[in-house]
């Protein structure tokens, strides 16, 4: 089994940056694809940026060149830097991993979730 554990959310003002860390514990000796989701209250779980096994990243437009995703293999850490946030990225980050497949932006293709942590953009 793996647990897979988000943090870093926060506060943060409109043009700031923030780090969150997505740790995996347990079963950690496979390999497996790793992405970022995000849910907006109210709306649905919408994918962020994913990490291919072998450290190729992929980026939702609304993100791309402001977010990147990256991995520690020595901890089992995946990252997201966060850079020139908005208000509409106020959401709750989901860490989520999966053991076949690559990063896939649906949801229910991944076998393992944390609990999320959240993000806060003031304007």
């Known amino acids: 089994q793996v647990r897979v554990v988000e943090s870093g959310g926060g506060l943060v003002q409109a043009g700031g940056s923030r780090r969150l860390s997505c740790a995996a514990t347990g079963r950690t000796g496979r390999n497996y694809a790793t992405a970022w989701f995000r849910q907006i209250s109210g709306k649905d779980r919408e994918f962020v940026a994913g990490l291919t096994r072998s450290g190729s990243p992929i980026y939702d437009n609304s993100v791309k060149g402001r977010f990147t995703i990256s991995r520690d293999s020595a901890t089992n850490t995946v990252y997201l830097q966060m850079n020139n946030l908005k208000p509409v990225d106020t959401a709750v980050y989901y860490c989520?991993?999966?053991?076949?497949?690559?990063?896939?932006?649906?949801?229910?293709?991944?076998?393992?979730w944390g609990q999320g942590t959240q993000v806060t953009v003031s304007s």
């Open positions: 989520a991993a999966r053991i076949i497949g690559g990063p896939e932006p649906t949801e229910g293709l991944y076998d393992y």
